[in-house]
């Protein structure tokens, strides 16, 4: 089994199976063992095959007398994943890609190497391919051009304008970065940098966040001795202002109403310097599970994890200084990282996330104390489930206004992502980060005072 016939096998339980692909190859890395090289190969190939689905599949369809759904799906995805390496990976020399595709069709089925041959030798032949102009045709043009479905193309050059979309498209193609947020209870950012130095990792402090450091490689984080000694944990310098934004203070309580995996959450208690008490939900028991074990690595003892759909436990939960509903969403902000949403996802799908988060923003709301503060929070770009979800809450709930995030955040946040509303609205390509939306709300009393 090398890196192409096992990327092969991945592609096909995602295109049969409907497997994600982070699952479809952790799978695949349990049941065999490569070298670090060949998994590295194996994953950019698998990622970037799916990332860029639909260009690839207009790249193949004219030298095919048939429609590439009609294929086997090994032939299908052999095909894909070879277009991939000829158009993306400057590294592999075409010739050398289509020798392998030849050779793994032999051993599936001998008779349909020629075909595989022909096929991928016309599509290098045919040069680099002709997208539809930009003038007559913009939508489809950078559908194909950044690979991301027409219609979510054509829904964020409404919200955004053409040239932002097709920024926040590209953007979306880039490699993420890893980043970590260290523990300030147990280590300082030069401590674990130092750490991280002695042990051959390069990296540097975050420019959006004060607790966050940025990886210059990619690395087996579980290895590195700073986690494991809870040092550190995993997260997205977006998703790091999202605690700042809540501003948690020693002896608070707060609900963080969908919890898992435990990032937010636990970035609140170390804010608060562990002290005071954080009612973590989450309706799925093993990902309360997972908020367990990053609490119990981190050291931490003020976060008390409970499972259950939140509008079912609000009512024996009481009030709070502060509730964060990182709400679920569509994910678009996280595109880069999981290139399935954007071809799993449809308008219908944004529209009925968008009536779970205006029920749960509203229900959350009555847990908050008067005085109290309400941040609302979402890993997506999409205005239905960012802006109309508070502008609807400010229109029925007139105890609730809107707090500017001027004092918590970076002036480097304010100032490219702020919103004159007071909302932030982080897009992937300001800082080569997650896409985040954050708005932070405070409850007036009953006279709105």
Known sequence: MNARELALQVLIAIDDQSAYSNLALQSAFSRHSLPANDKGLVTEIVYGTVQRSNTIDYRLQPFLKQPLHRLDSWVRNLLRLTVYQIDYLERVPAFAAIHEAVEIA??????????????????????????????????????????????????????????????????????????LRVNRLRASIEEVLSALKAGGVNAHPSLLCPEGIVLEAGVDVAKLGAFRDGL???????????????????GMRILDACAAPGGKTTHLAECMEDQGEIVAADIHEHKVGLIRNATARLGLSSIQPVTGDIRELLPTLGEFDAVLLDAPCSGFGVIRRKPDIKWRKSPENVAEIQEIQQD???????????????VYSTCTIERKENDEIIRTLLEKRVDFQIEPLDKLLPDVVRKRSGAPEGWVQVLPHHFGTDGFFICRLRKMSATGR
């Not at 075909?115 to 489809?140: H, Q, T, W, Y």
């Not at 550190?232 to 020693?250: F, G, I, W, Y």
């Not at 749960?360 to 309400?374: E, W, Y």
Request: hydrophobic residues 35%; positive net charge; charged residues 25%.
């Open 106 to 179: 032999k051993r599936r089925n001998a008779r349909l190497s020629g075909f595989m041959n022909a096929v991928l030798r016309n599509v290098v032949r045919s040069g680099k391919p002709n997208f539809p102009s930009l003038e007559k045709d913009p939508i489809r043009h950078y559908s194909l051009l950044h690979s991301h479905p027409e219609w979510l193309v054509k829904e964020w050059s409404d919200q955004y304008g053409l040239d932002e979309t097709a920024a926040i498209c590209e953007a979306n193609n880039d490699r993420p970065s890893l980043s």
């Open 232 to 250: 550190c944990t995993v997260q997205d310098e977006s998703s790091m202002l999202v605690a700042r934004c809540v501003d948690p203070k020693p």
């Open 360 to 374: 749960l923003i509203l229900r959350v709301a009555d847990a908050v104390k008067p005085g109290g503060v309400l």
